[in-house]
Nanobody, 115 residues
Framework: QVQLVESGGGLVQAGGSLRLSCVAS????????MGWYRQAPGNQRELVAA???????NYADSVKGRFTISRDNAKNTAYLQMNSLKPEDTAVYYC?????????WGQGTQVTVSS
């Protein structure tokens, strides 16, 4: 069992920035792929950004050029730097850790962007 703890959410005005953090209890964090997902009310959970164990990244089209995912294996932590935030980015953001077909979710952190 891997536990994930997200932090860094909050209320920000449009155009502002936030950095989300996700700390994992995984013993060998570096071998896991990490992802950030979000879910807005009435919507399905969607992938925002992902980073593999070897550092490859991919992003949803809606956040390309504004969000950056990164990881610090020494700290067992994944980050999501969110710049130029828009009201449509408002959602609960979840961290996910995955190895092969096994994955775990964090509890989520609320991000609210006011116009």
């Amino acid at each position: 069992q891997v536990q994930l703890v997200e932090s860094g959410g909050g209320l920000v005005q449009a155009g502002g920035s936030l950095r989300l953090s996700c700390v994992a209890s995984a013993k060998f964090f570096s071998i896991y792929d990490m992802g950030w997902y979000r879910q807005a009310p009435g919507n399905q959970r969607e992938l925002v950004a992902a980073i593999t164990s070897d550092g490859s990244t991919n992003y949803a089209d809606s956040v390309k050029g504004r969000f950056t995912i990164s990881r610090d294996n020494a700290k067992n932590t994944a980050y999501l730097q969110m710049n130029s935030l828009k009201p449509e980015d408002t959602a609960v953001y979840y961290c996910r850790i995955q190895k092969s077909y096994t994955y775990y979710w964090g509890q989520g952190t609320q991000v609210t962007v006011s116009s």
